[in-house]
């Protein structure tokens, strides 16, 4: 095939490719070969399926339209490092269906690169897009190496259910509503300009490993499993002025919240919200306590929808 820019792949099973580019040459008898295809399409419907990319590389777009469903992996080829997706929805009842959709996104760097590099990361550039009509693009959880960045783009609204892996998620960029859940690890969500709504799981941000919030703003929403916060009763502003470290500021702020209540103080710049949702201290190891970090000195709200944030004036 020649002089194609697009390659689509619709049907009932999922869709399994190995990529190649003249970077990936071992391939080359078995694949796919076509340096002029820049973005390679999935509207396959076998929910219980995976659409496998392997040797995925840089040079194209790897798509989810609006009739997809089920799980896409994308092996890497050697040395990439990062990746470009796309969820694009389209009208509802239209050839191409609703809502983009991926249960499980799995980013997975090559065997040998890992070897040589065990703290290897990827950057997962995240698109989404979408006609009027259309409801969130959706993947249920994300699963790259550790410490790997997610970029978040365009403007049709987008729900991360969960990370398997710490990552950074960058949305500054997003013109959408971003529903994200981190992982267990200390997450950095940074918000872009939509009404976003960032969701803390159970034990899924504690002292030991602190989720960090910026762009967080009055049009944003925090929830706190296990934690509820139904109104602005529900959320108590401690004074912390007199702690010489955060884990002073932590403890004392723990001695006067309520199990199940929420705290909030701000400390050293930043803004610091406690649920005191689990037994003994907040700063021993172990502890399932939730502690969320919000960049800058904010006065948050509550409603029945949850936390929202507002810079101090």
Same mark, same amino acid.
């Given at each position: 095939?020649?002089?194609?820019?697009?390659?689509?792949?619709?049907?009932?099973?999922?869709?399994?490719?190995?990529?190649?580019?003249?970077?990936?040459?071992?391939?080359?008898?078995?694949?796919?070969?076509?340096?002029?295809?820049?973005?390679?399409?999935?509207?396959?419907?076998?929910?219980?399926?995976?659409?496998?990319?392997?040797?995925?590389?840089?040079?194209?777009?790897?798509?989810?339209?609006?009739?997809?469903? =089920? /799980?896409? &992996?994308?092996? $890497?080829? %050697? *040395?990439?490092? @990062?990746?470009? +997706?796309?969820?694009? !929805?389209?009208?509802?009842?239209?050839?191409?269906?609703?809502?983009?959709?991926?249960?499980?996104?799995?980013?997975?760097?090559?065997?040998?690169?890992?070897?040589?590099?065990?703290?290897?990361?990827?950057?997962?550039?995240?698109?989404?897009?979408?006609?009027?009509?259309?409801?969130?693009?959706?993947?249920?959880?994300?699963?790259?190496?550790?410490?790997?960045?997610?970029?978040?783009?365009?403007?049709?609204?987008?729900?991360?259910?969960?990370?398997?892996?710490?990552?950074?998620?960058?949305?500054?960029?997003?013109?959408?509503?971003?529903?994200?859940?981190?992982?267990? =690890? /200390?997450? &950095?969500?940074? $918000?872009? %300009? *939509?009404?976003? @709504?960032?969701? +803390?799981?159970?034990? !899924?941000?504690?002292?030991?490993?602190?989720?960090?919030?910026?762009?967080?703003?009055?049009?944003?929403?925090?929830?706190?499993?296990?934690?509820?916060?139904?109104?602005?009763?529900?959320?108590?502003?401690?004074?912390?002025?007199?702690?010489?470290?955060?884990?002073?500021?932590?403890?004392?702020?723990?001695?006067?919240?309520?199990?199940?209540?929420?705290?909030?103080?701000?400390?050293?710049?930043?803004?610091?919200?406690?649920?005191?949702?689990?037994?003994?201290?907040?700063?021993?190891?172990?502890?399932?306590?939730?502690?969320?970090?919000?960049?800058?000195?904010?006065?948050?709200?509550?409603?029945?929808?949850?936390?929202? *944030?507002?810079?101090?004036?």
């Amino acid at each position: 095939m020649t002089n194609i820019e697009t390659l689509e792949f619709t049907s009932a099973a999922s869709a399994a490719l190995t990529d190649s580019t003249p970077s990936s040459a071992i391939y080359f008898t078995t694949s796919f070969f076509n340096t002029a295809v820049i973005k390679i399409v999935f509207n396959t419907t076998d929910t219980q399926g995976t659409d496998t990319v392997n040797a995925a590389n840089t040079t194209r777009t790897y798509a989810f339209g609006g009739l997809n469903e =089920g /799980a896409a &992996t994308l092996n $890497l080829d %050697s *040395g990439v490092t @990062t990746i470009n +997706v796309s969820l694009e !929805g389209a009208a509802a009842g239209a050839a191409t269906g609703g809502t983009a959709t991926v249960t499980t996104l799995t980013i997975a760097p090559r065997a040998t690169d890992l070897a040589a590099d065990p703290s290897l990361t990827t950057t997962v550039h995240i698109a989404s897009s979408g006609v009027a009509g259309v409801g969130a693009n959706a993947i249920s959880t994300v699963t790259a190496q550790a410490g790997s960045t997610l970029k978040v783009t365009g403007s049709n609204d987008l729900a991360i259910a969960a990370l398997t892996n710490r990552a950074t998620v960058d949305a500054s960029s997003f013109a959408g509503k971003l529903a994200i859940a981190g992982s267990a =690890g /200390a997450d &950095t969500i940074i $918000l872009g %300009s *939509g009404q976003d @709504t960032v969701t +803390v799981g159970a034990a !899924g941000s504690t002292f030991a490993h602190i989720d960090t919030i910026a762009g967080f703003t009055s049009a944003d929403t925090l929830i706190l499993a296990g934690a509820p916060v139904a109104a602005a009763a529900d959320l108590v502003k401690q004074d912390v002025s007199a702690a010489g470290s955060l884990e002073q500021a932590l403890a004392s702020v723990e001695a006067v919240t309520a199990a199940n209540g929420v705290s909030y103080f701000n400390y050293a710049g930043n803004t610091y919200v406690l649920a005191n949702t689990g037994a003994g201290s907040v700063t021993a190891p172990g502890s399932d306590d939730l502690v969320v970090r919000i960049v800058g000195v904010q006065v948050l709200t509550a409603d029945a929808s949850g936390i929202h *944030g507002k810079i101090a004036a």
